[in-house]
């Protein structure tokens, strides 16, 4: 019997949701199979064949749902081989209030990403979605935490284990250690630049004694530390025996799971599916924004998704011209929003596969030239790569961009408006957003990150410190647990034998 139904899962009576790559050349593959990888073996990012459509009952049915239930159903929809009274434990485990206690008094941590009306005025509806509220006080908690439970439970189901390997400038490496800790079968070595990151988010890393976290702080810059992660990444070898993957912003189950709270802040800031919001996301490697084209190819009501980048504008710009022209890294700025200072947006790739109409090999051709001439323009002009910019409306994508006086007016506005103390990434959002306000339609602006990361700026703008959530006043204070190491490839792999055991 175990055998027959084993075959018939297999068989096409069952296919179940399908993922293969927008370049087209890799095998198609099931949710559990692209759970641990990074990229699709032809160079491309994973995709599903088709997107699952949510019907007007459905999305009436999910009113009423907890986050942890509403998770659930748009996680049934794209996680077909995993078993729904398993998920059901997965994402009420995630989607738990005490996970996202970090809320501010007057939120209700429950919601999880709850809600406030910041303006209401003549030009739109202004609103914030709390997406913070996690462990490490940024967005990227919501779908980490998620990812740690389901790493913990694939990787009991194949009695494996995965070493994680990755360098961070802050946000996305504390969000992953704090998503792994403690976790079975996984370690965390995570890579940061020596005394590069802010006092707070140095303290929130480094404090953890979980044993499978290995801080490693290396002498040198953030490129030294991702040049070090693409040696190990190269080396198939080393990478196989020690069983290496990664966590970034391109894994599939992390862009699902942020699908799950554009969902949440529709239904959560309209009364009937006749109505549409907006939504303005602060942008970097174009993950989160990439879920709400997802949410809206699903059949989310989303009027307009606005991309709002910083200095590094290189969205922006595609956003406005059609040219998409990557930076080399030393034209990349270093500015008060950092986790938005990218040179290139890794998960690009997943919306030009849709905007080129699902054609693999062009998009094979034109991030082939991102590789060999730093871009590719669908502008229409002579002498460009095509014309499928004039088809960016149709998918609701608009843009606009916010630098440092515009993030420390912004903040000061806000706070001084109504009392709220945003983050500087979340202040080009607002920034943006402003500019693109329509009257009977909500902009939401989604909150990437507290304030308390990022205190410098909060004092440049308002004079004071930022405010903190309960339990992290002494942070930095706490013992600190690291090793410092010289940007040396072969150190690193020595480390990393010296703790798997393999
Ligand atoms: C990662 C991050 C972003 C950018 O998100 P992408 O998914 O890379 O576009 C924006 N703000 C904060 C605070 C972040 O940590």
Redesign the pocket.
């Known amino acids: 019997m175990g055998l027959i139904m084993t075959l018939l899962e297999k068989s096409s009576l069952f296919p179940g949701m399908q993922y293969f790559s927008t370049r087209g050349r890799a095998a198609a593959q099931s949710f559990s199979q692209i759970l641990l990888g990074g990229l699709a073996p032809d160079g491309g990012l994973y995709l599903p064949t088709e997107y699952p459509k949510v019907s007007d009952a459905e999305l009436n049915a999910w009113r009423k749902l907890s986050y942890a239930d509403l998770a659930l159903e748009v996680l049934k929809k794209f996680a077909t081989d995993i078993p729904v009274s398993d998920l059901k434990a997965l994402t009420h485990k995630t989607y738990a209030a005490d996970v996202y206690r970090n809320a501010r008094k007057d939120e209700d941590a429950s919601q999880i990403t709850p809600l406030r009306v910041l303006e209401d005025g003549q030009k739109g509806k202004l609103v914030l979605q709390a997406l913070?509220n996690g462990p490490t006080l940024?967005?990227?908690d919501m779908a980490m935490q998620l990812l740690g439970n389901l790493f913990e439970y694939t990787l009991a189901k194949q009695n494996a284990e995965l070493n994680i390997f990755g360098a961070t400038s802050?946000?996305?490496g504390s969000?992953a250690e704090y998503a792994m800790r403690g976790k079975k079968g996984i370690r965390v070595f995570m890579l940061s630049p020596h005394k590069k990151m802010s006092a707070f988010q140095t303290a929130q890393m480094f404090s953890l004694q979980d044993p499978n976290i290995f801080n490693i702080a290396v002498e040198g810059v953030f490129d030294d530390c991702q040049d070090m992660v693409k040696a190990v990444s190269n080396d198939l070898d080393f990478k196989t025996r020690h069983k290496i993957g990664t966590v970034n912003?391109i894994n599939w189950a992390r862009v699902v799971a942020?699908v799950v709270y554009y969902f949440r802040g529709y239904l959560a800031a309209t009364t009937s599916n006749d109505q549409k919001v907006s939504f303005t996301?602060?942008?970097?490697?174009?993950?989160?924004?990439?879920a709400g084209h997802i949410a809206r190819m699903m059949g989310l009501p989303i009027d307009k998704l606005v991309a709002a980048t910083n200095e590094n504008d290189v969205l922006d710009e595609f956003f406005r011209t059609g040219s998409y022209r990557v930076r080399k890294s030393a034209e990349t700025y270093h500015t008060s929003?950092p986790?938005?200072d990218?040179s290139k947006?890794?998960?690009f790739e997943r919306f030009v596969f849709d905007l080129l109409d699902r054609d693999a090999e062009r998009v094979r051709t034109l991030f082939h030239k991102v590789e060999t001439q730093g871009g590719f323009d669908l502008s229409g002009k002579p002498g460009s790569d095509g014309d499928e910019f004039k088809r960016v409306a149709q998918f609701g994508f608009l843009s606009g961009k916010s630098v440092h006086a515009d993030r420390v007016n912004t903040i000061k506005d806000i706070y001084e408006k109504y009392g709220v103390m945003i983050?500087t990434?979340?202040a080009d959002g607002v920034k943006v957003a402003r500019e693109h306000l329509t009257p009977g339609v909500p902009m939401i602006v989604l909150e990437?990150?507290l304030p308390a990361?990022f205190n410098e700026t909060i004092r440049e703008a308002l004079g004071c410190d930022a405010e903190r959530p309960s339990g992290f006043e002494n942070i930095e204070a706490l013992p600190q647990r690291f090793d410092v190491m010289p940007a040396n490839v072969d150190l690193v792999k020595t480390f990393i034998a010296g703790h798997t055991g393999l």
Not at 281 to 290: K, R, W
């Open positions: 913070s940024a967005f990227k802050g946000d996305t969000a912003s942020q996301v602060p942008s970097g490697n174009f993950g989160n924004i990439c929003s986790s938005m990218i947006a890794s998960n983050d990434h979340t990437t990150a990361k």
